[in-house]
């Protein structure tokens, strides 16, 4: 297909040098830390293979025709989010106040973005400690005793989320293709081949079959409002969604590149990193009767170094896999600001780096909540911020309602207003099946879907108040 239009205006950011580099690129955005580090702690603190497949229905009938849909904006566009939908109001006729989707993405990046880097940082760190040793012959509970010396450490938490705010300042900086294809061209490639060595290991040295029962075998009386709400909340966090980060890297995709295939080439490739982390993971934590399934956030950080201090050629691995898990969260983080700082510069007129700066700090100062959350905050859990710390409400907000509610609201505006010449010049459809089957999903199913779930656990939440 070629659909390549003399009309399409090009993004003054430049753009993907083709269709290859964007499917990496958005890859690269997509894959993170969500797949390697929440989805396997999310998936054991919600009892595995029944929460798995609410997460995977999510991906295939909401996610991945939400991320068309965002593309599709961004690349009819080729501006940032907010004026990406401001110019398809005006295509199709629909309100102006649309544009505040954009505007409620570019916070929702922000947000994440601040304890995404604090995260990120514990990957750091692990590099370090991997490097020089400290996992050699650990048993798991000298692992968890490491991973709780880290959280407790204020200073090492700092110096890390500072480190890796720096890092993605640098790249965003350096501009589009430059900075984000290069990083997405030469390290996503590496993460694969570290997954499948760690998949491996988990078959040969860990309780492997109890993995994959726990995985895949779903046990619904599991799931509860709550655990529903967190797995769809996850399919838009892990696929990058519903906050204008694939909207913008839409926006630098060729012309020439068939948006259908593309999107869900990414999409798969985004669940297979999850599926196999997972699969590294849990073999390891059944192993090990000391480790928790429901361990939460240190999941990964206490798990991973057990099978690191005890595999042959572990110091060489266990390092390069957490540099490996740090480029991914890299290549996210890039993706979670550069929808507010191609907004700055094309609005405001300010330079790349400028713009690029202040995002970073307003972040890293927002970050500072997040570190805190795990020392002289971690007992703050006022009612206003739903009793949650402000790590984990950060978390929950964006999550679970701004990402989904972001989406939804993509997938409205483009389904029922987009003008049948625009979806066809986007998409290039070549049977009209296809078209009603992505319309259908966007107008009905996945606004029903998302609502639907919002509305289980408000029940759930009211219903608990009241008992
Ligand atoms: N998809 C990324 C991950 O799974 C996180 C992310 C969310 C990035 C939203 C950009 C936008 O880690």
Same mark, same amino acid.
């Given at each position: 297909m070629d659909n390549q239009n003399s009309h399409t205006p090009k993004s003054i950011h430049g753009t993907w040098s083709s269709r290859w580099t964007f499917i990496l690129a958005a890859t690269g955005s997509a894959v993170g830390l969500g797949n390697i580090w929440k989805f396997p702690y999310i998936a054991g603190e919600n009892g595995g293979g029944a929460f798995v497949l609410v997460y995977l229905l999510c991906i295939a009938i909401v996610g991945i025709p939400i991320m068309m849909a965002e593309v599709f904006l961004g690349r009819n566009a080729r501006r940032n989010p907010v004026n990406a939908v401001e110019v398809f109001t005006r295509q199709s006729g629909a $309100?102006?106040? /649309?544009?505040y989707i954009g505007v409620m993405g570019v916070i929702a990046g922000l947000l994440i973005m601040s304890f995404y880097s604090v995260v990120a940082g514990w990957a750091l760190h692990y590099v370090f400690a991997s490097i020089s040793g @400290? =996992? @050699?012959?650990?048993s798991a509970a000298g692992s968890d005793a490491f991973f709780g010396g880290l959280l407790g450490d204020p200073k090492a938490l700092l110096g890390w989320h500072s480190t890796f705010t720096l890092m993605t300042f640098i790249i965003v900086a350096s501009?589009? !293709?430059?900075?984000l294809g290069a990083v997405a061209k030469y390290m996503m490639p590496f993460l694969f081949l570290a997954l499948a060595v760690l998949l491996v290991y988990g078959f040969l040295a860990g309780n492997f079959k109890a993995g994959v029962m726990f995985l =895949?075998?779903?046990? *619904? !009386?599991?799931? @509860?409002g709550d655990s529903i709400l967190i797995a769809m909340g996850h399919a838009f966090f892990t696929l990058s969604l519903g906050m204008g980060a694939i909207m913008a890297y839409g926006a630098y995709m060729? $012309?020439?590149?068939?948006i259908g295939k593309t999107i869900l080439t990414v999409g798969i490739l985004d669940t297979l990193v999850a599926l196999v982390a997972g699969l590294a993971i849990f073999p390891i934590v059944f192993a090990?009767?000391?480790?928790?399934?429901?361990?939460?956030?240190g999941l990964l950080f206490v798990s991973l170094p057990i099978a690191f201090g005890s595999m042959p050629l572990g110091l060489l691995i266990g390092t390069l896999f957490f540099a490996l898990v740090a480029v991914a969260a890299w290549s996210s983080a890039v993706s979670l600001i550069e929808p507010a700082i191609a907004w700055l510069i094309e609005? +405001?007129? /300010?330079k790349r780096i400028k713009a690029a700066g202040i995002v970073a700090g307003c972040c890293w100062l927002l970050g500072l909540l997040t570190v805190a959350s795990f020392g002289p905050?971690?007992? *703050? +859990?006022?009612a206003w911020l739903l009793y949650f710390t402000p790590f984990d409400f950060f978390d929950f907000l964006t999550s679970q309602i701004m990402l989904p509610l972001g989406g939804v609201l993509i997938a409205l505006l483009v389904a029922w207003k987009a003008p049948a010449a625009l979806l066809q010049k986007e =998409?290039? *459809?070549? $049977?009209q099946k296809t078209q009603t089957l992505l319309l259908f999903l966007l107008r009905f199913v996945s606004p029903t879907l998302v609502l639907l779930i919002m509305a289980i656990k408000l029940f759930e939440t009211l219903s608990q108040l009241g008992a």
């Open positions: $309100s102006h106040n /649309w544009r @400290t =996992f @050699t012959d650990i501009g589009v !293709s430059k900075g =895949f075998t779903p046990n *619904f !009386s599991a799931l @509860t060729p $012309s020439s590149a068939n090990n009767p000391t480790i928790e399934v429901g361990a939460g956030p609005n +405001k007129g /300010w905050l971690a007992e *703050f +859990k006022p =998409f290039g *459809f070549k $049977s």
